[in-house]
Nanobody, 123 residues
């Protein structure tokens, strides 16, 4: 089993920045791709960003391209999401996810999920 714990959420004004962290523990050697997803109130959980095991491959939702950056430090078993120029529509609970094979935006391919961290962007 793998445990994922997110941190770094909070309240920020529009135009501000936050950096989310996701610390993995347990059978971390089994992890391949990692991703971030988000869920706004009353809406489905949607893809935000994904990164390959090596970090050489990344993918982003169109709505966050150019503003968010995903990265990972395998030595620390941690994945990050740097969020710049935040907008009110970025308000959501952000979830870290891990998968044992491959990487990408397909939500059903992820095996492990964190509890989520709230991000609130005020206008």
């Amino acid at each position: 089993q793998v445990q994922l714990v997110e941190s770094g959420g909070g309240l920020v004004q529009a135009g501000g920045s936050l950096r989310l962290s996701c610390a993995a523990s347990g059978r971390t050697f089994s992890l391949d791709g990692m991703g971030w997803f988000r869920q706004a109130p009353g809406k489905e959980r949607t893809f935000v960003a994904a990164i390959s095991r090596s970090g050489s491959g990344t993918d982003y939702a169109d709505s966050v391209k150019g503003r968010f950056t995903i990265s990972r430090d395998n030595a620390k078993n941690t994945v990050y999401l740097q969020m710049n120029n935040l907008k009110p529509e970025d308000t959501a609970v952000y979830y870290c996810a891990g998968r044992t094979t491959g990487w990408g935006h397909f939500i059903n391919a992820y095996n492990y999920w964190g509890q989520g961290t709230q991000v609130t962007v005020s206008s």
